[in-house]
């Protein structure tokens, strides 16, 4: 069982930036992070390969946030730049064994971390 650990939530400023982390308790082949506000179904927010560091974005942060990973360290960071309002939500970070398919479907990762506040005032 892979237990994930989310760190770096917390509230800013329209305009600022946060960074989350998760780490893993087990190396896995993708680690992603998707965020779910209240009222609105869990939406994938981006993805990377912990192998060889391929990425994917949801069209709504591509260009302000960017995914990255320590693979010796099995944590995977998200930096979130330009936040608006509207990134308001709790972040998830998820893991898998798989490739391919559909980066930001739920089912395709087997474990989640708690979840982490991210908070944007304007």
């Known amino acids: 069982q892979v237990q994930l650990v989310e760190s770096g939530g917390g509230s800013v400023q329209a305009g600022g930036s946060l960074r989350l982390s998760c780490a893993a308790s087990e190396s896995v082949n993708s680690m992603a992070w998707f965020r779910q506000a209240p009222g609105k179904e869990r939406e994938g927010v981006a993805m990377i390969y912990t192998r060889y560091g391929g990425t994917s974005y949801a069209d709504s942060v591509e260009g302000r946030f960017t995914i990255s990973r320590d693979s010796a360290k099995k944590t995977a960071y998200l930096q979130m730049n330009s936040l608006e309002p509207e990134d308001t939500a709790m972040y998830y970070c998820?893991?898998?064994?798989?490739?391919?398919?559909?980066?930001?479907?739920?089912?395709?990762?087997?474990?989640w971390g708690q979840g982490t506040q991210v908070t944007v005032s304007s």
């Open positions: 998820a893991a898998g064994f798989r490739y391919g398919g559909t980066w930001a479907d739920v089912g395709r990762y087997n474990y």
